[in-house]
């Protein structure tokens, strides 16, 4: 089975949604990728992995990297909905204006999150800035294109594996404690072996920029999306599961290591694997969201979950502010515990940040950070 793109260019125009109204789906899928996103974060805050039964420890590692990777994707999702109609009219001066916005937008994610990381260092804003200046350049871009750059991105980051060694680097790393500035060392970060590294996290926003081209309220699109995305997540996990237990087994721990670390689906290193596993189970649960949103009567009630999501840049910076704070916390109480206590505050934050939300979203279009940004870059 392939799928069969279908564009809102050559769709009947009575099938053609407005693209001046928000697409409510989406800012569900963001609102869910937000929830994981906490809970993640949450867990490595608060939470003591030798504490922690074996259900939720595998329960966490499929958790881990998903909900980030939707996230990317619901970017170059916004990035094709906003040029749409200048690219389907092949307005040139209207598409830069677009890129113009898009790339000031890239700027203040970066400079945002590379001060943000004196907070938390595995922030993801300074690598969404340069996704997002990538993205600008592709609004043009054939379909065919974008997979041929998906496909690149992945490819480059494998090379680079198997060039270099691989160390997690647990943070921005360009100033040391004594205020030397490392460039080298920060550049490495961002392109090679940072939490999201350009290469090959690049691929997720590329192919949310093909998702946001196709008509997503064709029922014969979103079951191949369906049935694809859940036979490409069960086969690479299955397969990446069966390849390592069968080389821990049977090959020489100096020969098998190299090879468990590229067939594993864990977001560090983002293996191809990995990316194949994310990218699947993003795509599904961005299908699924959009397709709760068919109902009135379901919109009705998730609307304050999809409120959350409009204001998902804002909830990212308060969750982690709040998470940090915890550390603190922890570091004095000693008291971490099993991953419960991060479920329990997950719920709770995630709670509070759908009723803020809501009231806020009552009196204000858009969420303090999401003003800000706009105002900065128009």
Not at 159 to 184: F, K, T
Not at 294 to 306: E, G, T, V
Not at 362 to 373: A, D, N, S, V
Request: a positive charge.
């Amino acid at each position: 089975m392939t799928i069969t793109p279908i564009h809102f260019d050559t769709c009947h125009p009575q099938s053609i949604p407005d693209m001046n109204v928000r697409i409510a789906g989406y800012d569900i899928a963001r609102s869910f990728a937000l929830f994981g996103m906490t809970l993640i974060n949450f867990t490595y805050i608060m939470a003591d992995f030798k504490h922690s039964s074996a259900l939720s420890k595998f329960l966490m590692n499929i958790l881990n990297g998903r909900a980030a990777a939707t996230f990317v994707i619901l970017a170059g999702v916004g990035m094709s909905l906003l040029s749409r109609q200048a690219r389907l009219t092949d307005n040139g001066d209207a598409l830069g204006r677009h890129r113009t916005v898009l790339l000031k937008r890239a700027a203040f994610l970066f400079l945002t999150g590379l001060c943000f990381t004196l907070m938390w260092n595995a922030d993801i804003l300074h690598f969404y800035g340069v996704y997002i200046a990538v993205g600008a350049c592709l609004l043009r871009a054939t379909d065919r294109f974008l997979w041929a750059l998906i496909t690149g991105f992945i490819s480059i980051s494998l090379m680079m594996m198997l060039a270099m060694e691989y160390e997690p680097d647990m943070g921005w790393a360009l100033i040391d404690a004594a205020g030397s500035w490392h460039p080298e060392t920060g550049l490495k970060n961002l392109f090679f072996n940072g939490y999201h590294p350009v290469f090959p996290w690049t691929a997720f926003l590329i192919l949310g920029l093909w998702l946001g081209r196709q008509n997503i309220y064709d029922p014969v699109f979103r079951k191949n999306i369906l049935t694809i995305g859940a036979i490409v997540y069960i086969s690479t996990e299955s397969l990446s599961r069966a390849a390592i237990y069968f080389i821990s087994n049977y090959v020489p721990a100096a020969k098998g290591g190299i090879l468990m670390t590229l067939l594993g689906t864990n977001p560090m290193p983002a293996t191809p694997f990995y990316m194949l596993s994310a990218g699947a189970a993003s795509l599904v649960m961005i299908v699924l969201s959009i397709m709760l949103t068919d109902h009135p009567f379901i919109l009705k009630w998730i609307k304050p979950f999809a409120d959350a999501g409009q204001l998902s840049l804002t909830l990212y910076i308060v969750h982690i502010a709040i998470g940090t704070s915890m550390v603190y916390v922890f570091e004095v109480t000693g008291e971490y515990e099993d991953l419960s206590i991060a479920v329990r505050n997950t719920a709770l934050f995630y709670s509070v940040a759908v009723l803020f939300a809501f009231i806020w979203k009552k009196h204000f279009t858009r969420g303090p950070l999401e003003w800000i940004m706009r105002w900065t870059t128009r």
